[in-house]
């Protein structure tokens, strides 16, 4: 079957799971210029209860069904059943936003059969903002939405909403009084709003097989659960209420169809074919699906989302008493002041410092280049260092005019060297032998070898002792 394209601003494409009693059913739409083509829906054997009960599993489940149908999207919408949630009518106050949650604690703590903080909570308000109102509040297990988005994220899907499907059709109808029918396999859901929005939320039929037909009994069922729902309601708000538009239930029975509209004739009310869009007529496409896609696609966020709201870092600070509030503010500004405190002083301290440093920065200056001066030359009038002490001693027992020369000079020890070279003649190496026989601080002088007679190479040996106590 192909089917007709819709009007319907998109951003790329988005899934749109509805979860049933035994199927999971999905369509995509993918926008295309300024419109959008919807896809045939899937069908995946994943019962509701397996997405609450046994999450991990079933998202890869879940994860193989859409890999084999070639779906690649990966935002997604999930709509859960209506059963799975609490509700009620409440009257609803002129309250702000700070005390919004308070009053949905203490309505839930009395009309519900879990404690509030077992439940995640939203209240529908009418769009007006008159006193005396009333409301509509919705409960839902967290454990169950928290299993349900593990589910949808292990099939590495990303949920962008989760909400209910029937109550996408009430808002496709939102500015008209009337009752909104949302009938799909082994589901059969009603909403009730009037020109304000949805006033009630009733799940009717929860069949435990999608491919049992419904009866003339729960057609009678069907009928009174809407008058009881309608009888919850402010006189003003039920007298307005004259229509009952039925979305789905195209395979009913006639016979069950007959007996619904009968059951529905006897309260005053005219039942109608309800449509999404006229384009859709006739399409195997579930309206409550369509309308929550479309509603996506111009933009307009779920009515109900039951995603987790997670607040920001200083979200919850805006819950504070104005008391608290005033010390938080002192104890901040204490410590401003502490802290220009501490760097008011550390600025004078560093304004001292500086101006005693150009007192003495001068001073500093010559003495620091005294000292450069004599790190430079202390080696070589340092008589405690052996090694140049040695080269000293040799060196003043040579000539001057360099008749005999050091080729090599090896100290080991500190002590014990060893000195090559090479002289002009026998006699001016002799004197040479001499001199550093009669010089004190050698000792042990010996002559290793000589070669030659002129020029004449030697190489001699000593112990280098330092000065002796007779000074020489």
């Known amino acids: 079957m192909i089917f007709p394209r819709l ?18 059913e999905a369509i995509r739409a993918h926008r295309r210029d300024k419109s959008a083509s919807v896809s045939q829906p899937f069908r995946f054997p994943l019962p509701a209860a397996a997405f609450k009960d046994e999450p991990v599993p079933t998202g890869i489940a879940l994860q193989r069904h859409l890999h084999e149908a070639g779906v690649s999207s990966r935002q997604c919408i ?16 002129s309250l702000s936003e700070s005390d919004l949650e ?3 604690t203490f309505e839930a703590e009395r009309r519900f059969p879990l404690p509030p903080h077992e439940l995640t909570l939203r209240l529908l308000r009418p769009r007006t903002e008159e006193n005396g109102q009333r409301a509509l509040l919705l409960g839902v297990p967290s454990h169950y939405l928290s299993n349900v988005e593990a589910a949808f994220r292990a099939a590495g899907l990303q949920p962008e909403a989760i909400t209910f499907a029937v109550s996408a059709l009430a808002e496709e109808h939102a500015g008209t009084a009337c009752a909104v029918l949302r009938a799909d396999p082994g589901i059969v859901d ?12 009733r799940n009717v039929i929860w069949s435990e097989s999608a491919s049992d037909p419904p009866t003339v009994a ?69 309206p409550a699906m369509l309308a929550t896609a ?21 979200q919850s600070y805006a819950r504070w008493s104005s008391r608290n509030f005033r010390r938080a503010a002192a104890a901040l500004a204490l410590l401003a002041v502490l802290v220009a405190a501490g760097y008011w002083r550390q600025g004078r301290r560093l304004a001292e410092l500086e ?23 202390r080696s070589w009038y340092d008589e405690a260092i052996p090694s140049l002490s040695i080269a000293h001693g040799l060196a003043s027992a040579f000539p001057e005019e360099g008749s005999v020369w050091v080729k090599s000079l090896s ?29 004190g601080a050698l000792d042990d002088l010996q002559v290793v070898q000589t070669r030659g007679d002129a020029p004449l190479g030697f190489t001699l040996t000593f112990h280098w002792k330092g000065k002796d106590a007779s000074g020489s």
């Not at 009007?7 to 999971?24: E, H, K, M, T, Y």
């Not at 008058?227 to 395979?251: C, F, M, N, W, Y």
Request: proline share 5%.
């Open 190 to 201: 009603l909403a009730v709003g009037d020109h304000c929005g949805a006033l009630a939320l």
């Open 102 to 104: 308070g009053f949905m």
């Open 294 to 314: 479309m509603r996506h696609g111009r933009g307009e966020p779920c009515a109900v989302n039951l995603m987790s709201r997670r607040k920001g870092r200083f």
């Open 7 to 24: 009007n319907i601003p998109q951003r790329g494409a988005i899934l749109v799971f509805s979860l049933g009693p035994d199927a999971v």
């Open 411 to 439: 100290i080991k020890d500190g002590a014990i060297a060893t000195c090559s070279g090479s002289a002009r003649s026998r006699s001016e190496w002799m004197q040479v032998m001499e001199k550093l026989g009669k010089d």
């Open 218 to 286: 729960e057609a009678h069922e069907i009928a009174r659960q809407l008058r009881i729902t309608l009888s919850s309601l402010a006189p003003a708000q039920r007298d307005e209420i004259k229509t009952v538009v039925a979305h789905g239930g195209r395979d009913w029975p006639s016979e069950f169809q007959d007996a619904l509209a009968h059951a529905f004739a006897a309260q005053g009310l005219i039942t109608n074919r309800g449509t999404v869009s006229p384009e859709i007529i006739g399409a195997d496409v579930s």
């Open 78 to 93: 999930v709509c859960i059943p209506l059963n799975w949630s609490f509700s009620a009518i409440v009257d609803f106050p």
């Open 355 to 377: 101006k005693a440093w150009a007192a003495i920065g001068p001073r500093v200056e010559s003495v620091k280049m005294l000292q450069d001066r004599v790190r430079l030359y």
